[in-house]
């Protein structure tokens, strides 16, 4: 980073940004890439490439942040909320079709937990209908979709992020991929506020003009310095992460009579991004948070409010029965304490896989 710093090109689509989309695009096999501030800013992008214009539907799971809806919101789209598998937590794609209209124009589905959606599925659905796809692959950096495949690697366009709450992180950062070429040309007149700045770059032009809508959607090259180094790391961190995750699942096994999680078979080639608990009853997930805390002062996460029965999504006149799964499933998830630096620290590990056991011997009896 220091280097970055000295070499005084601190804005974006310099050097280390180069370096970064090099490194990434030929490891994970991605089509164009950019670097930008943000999952959210990369979300608008993709909304901008696609033309989202007023009255446009775009299908998006509940199940998600906030963003993934705000981004189409921000143009007049209205989002239109899918449920979700319960095995999986992401968008269940035998449900998008029945959700299709006329005036659909993008799915936008999430990789929840780092585990990545069924898109093969979606982009069939999607090819049908000649709609969009955007994946939120906010927490699925480095998943792989299936032997040969990453994620980022599969639809229309993908958005990354390199949050501080990510795998990977420069502190706020994303990435836009666009795998579909359609969309590339006006990709770099979008990111560069409607101008046509990357022809003056390449050498096609000596000047550049306003030629298209648009915003900055560019990340300060400082900060694609420190992304490069995580990359360089990665092994190491999905080592760590690891540790934690292949803990919890012996504690989901040896608990199944009381609890489910992410179904095995979906975890084979995940990032471990998060771990989640699906406890049986609201009640036994509101135990198990206020026990951990209290007794060995270990927080764990509540997950998702879902987004169609939030201020918001009542607003765009959604009722709380309405995705009865995602509902259900946001009452009694619990997501597991899951960062780099607990896993590389055995001792402090070990100490949440005991606090975890005891306490739910604690709340079942056992
Ligand atoms: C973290 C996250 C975002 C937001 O990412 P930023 O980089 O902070 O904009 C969006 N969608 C999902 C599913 C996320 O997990």
């Not at 096999?29 to 214009?53: Q, R």
């Not at 198990?288 to 002062?297: A, H, P």
Request: charged share 20%; aromatic share 10%.
């Amino acid at each position: 980073m220091k280097k970055a710093y000295g070499m005084g090109n601190h804005s974006g689509n310099k050097y280390w940004t180069e370096k970064v989309i090099k490194l990434i695009r030929t490891q994970y096999n991605l089509g164009e890439t950019f670097l930008v501030p943000s999952c959210t800013a990369a979300l608008e992008m993709g909304a901008m490439l696609v033309g989202i214009k007023p009255g446009d539907e775009v299908i998006i799971p509940s199940y998600t942040f906030s963003s993934t809806a705000n981004s189409v919101l921000l143009f007049g789209g209205i989002p239109v909320f899918c449920d979700i598998n319960p095995l999986t937590l992401n968008i269940d794609p035998n449900k998008i079709e029945k959700l299709i209209t006329k005036k659909t124009k993008l799915i936008i589905p999430i990789d929840y937990a780092g585990v990545p959606c069924e898109i093969k599925k979606i982009n069939k659905i999607a090819k049908k209908y000649s709609i969009s796809v955007m994946v939120d692959a906010a927490q699925s950096f480095g998943s792989k979709i299936n032997s040969d495949e990453w994620s980022g690697s599969q639809a229309d366009l993908v958005a990354f992020s390199f949050h501080e709450t990510k795998n990977l992180s420069c502190g706020e950062g994303g990435a836009l991929v666009v795998n579909n070429k359609k969309f590339i040309k006006r990709a770099y007149i979008v990111q560069e506020k409607g101008t046509d700045r990357r022809k003056v770059i390449t050498g096609m032009q000596n000047k550049y003009s306003w030629v298209d809508y648009g915003s900055s959607y560019i990340l300060s090259d400082i900060l694609a310095a420190i992304i490069y180094g995580q990359i360089e790391n990665q092994k190491h961190i999905i080592k760590c992460r690891s540790n934690i995750t292949n803990c919890y699942k012996k504690i989901s096994k040896k608990y199944d009579k009381f609890l489910n999680s992410i179904n095995q078979k979906y975890l084979k080639s995940y990032n471990h991004h998060a771990y989640f608990f699906l406890f049986n009853k609201e009640k036994e997930k509101i135990n198990f948070i206020n026990n951990l805390k209290n007794d060995y002062s270990i927080s764990a996460y509540i997950g998702y409010s879902p987004l169609h029965s939030s201020k918001m999504g009542k607003k765009l006149g959604y009722k709380k029965n309405d995705l009865p799964i995602t509902e259900s499933c946001a009452k009694r998830i619990v997501r597991l304490p899951v960062f780099t630096d607990l896993g590389c620290n055995l001792e402090d590990l070990n100490y949440v896989n005991g606090a975890i056991q005891n306490t739910l011997n604690k709340i079942f009896n056992l």
